[in-house]
């Protein structure tokens, strides 16, 4: 069975930064499209980026300039690399994963950031 685990959450003042981490087990290839979403109370789920399997990448409005995705090679891992962080990115972070173009998408359990002012 696939499997998504999210680490590296925490609690940081304004200003700050955090890197995230997304490892992805039960698959025999490299996954096709890895991405990070956030979703704070009441609010809808976001995207926050992504990166496809040819290094394409995305970034929603919020995190241009200050995110930066990126992945592993042979391991499918893919790291959220946050600096600047405000108040307004306090959200549970959750990592997606898709085999293939159209696939499944698979969901980790999230991981919470807290960022203080």
């Known amino acids: 069975q696939v499997q998504v685990v999210e680490s590296g959450g925490g609690s940081v003042q304004s200003g700050g930064s955090l890197r995230l981490s997304c490892a992805v087990s039960?698959?025999?290839?490299?996954?096709?499209?890895m991405g990070w979403y956030r979703q704070a109370p009441g609010d809808l789920r976001e995207l926050v980026a992504s990166?496809?399997?040819?290094?394409?990448?995305n970034y929603g409005e919020s995190a241009k300039g200050r995110f930066t995705i990126s992945r592993g090679g042979p391991v499918n891992t893919a790291y959220l690399q946050m600096d600047n962080l405000n108040p307004e990115d306090t959200a549970v972070y959750y990592c997606?994963?898709?085999?293939?173009?159209?696939?499944?998408?698979?969901w980790g359990q999230g991981t919470q950031v807290t960022v203080s002012s």
């Open positions: 039960g698959f025999s290839s490299r996954i096709y499209f």
């Open positions: 990166i496809t399997n040819a290094n394409r990448r």
């Open positions: 997606k994963a898709t085999a293939i173009s159209g696939g499944t998408a698979y």
